[in-house]
């Protein structure tokens, strides 16, 4: 019995430290966030929270994940389709650079497809097949 409560208090020691270092390197690594904006504060943040919040929503911003090339692809349909303005070389890059550092591509975002036995029935589809 009393090799019991030690071993208890022994782990729940253990376990508290664990919990505490998990929780250190979860807040030391977490970014700071913009109040205002909801922008990840990073080298480039206030490019894209001047350019980008001009037109719109910073939570559009936000809200995407994208790899560089495809961030560089929604500028272009925006300066050609939206009326936004050309930058400069060094603007545009800053404002790449932070986008495709803070929201990359997230894996794995969408959720599976539901399993055809959990789907309601379709009588009209399912006449139709032969």
């Given at each position: ?16 430290i ?7 390197a979860?807040?030391s690594t ?8 909801g922008?990840?504060?990073?080298p ?5 929270r001047?350019h980008?919040g ?14 560089r090339?495809?961030?560089?692809d ?6 050609a389709?939206?009326?936004?303005w050309?930058?400069?070389p060094q603007t ?8 495709a550092?803070n929201?990359?591509?997230?894996p794995?975002r ?21």
């Amino acid at each position: 019995m009393m090799l019991c409560r030690q071993l208890r208090r022994a782990l729940g020691r253990r376990m508290m430290i664990v919990a505490v270092s998990l929780c250190a390197a979860v807040t030391s690594t977490a970014a700071e966030v913009d109040d205002a904006t909801g922008l990840t504060i990073a080298p480039g943040w206030e490019l894209v929270r001047i350019h980008c919040g001009g037109c719109h929503s910073h939570k559009l911003v936000t809200g995407q994940r994208a790899d560089r090339q495809t961030w560089l692809d929604m500028i272009r349909w925006m300066q050609a389709t939206q009326n936004l303005w050309q930058f400069d070389p060094q603007t545009e890059a800053g404002i790449l650079d932070y986008l495709a550092a803070n929201y990359p591509p997230a894996p794995n975002r969408r959720r599976a497809p539901i399993p055809t036995s959990l789907m309601p029935p379709r009588p009209a589809a399912d006449a139709e097949s032969p």
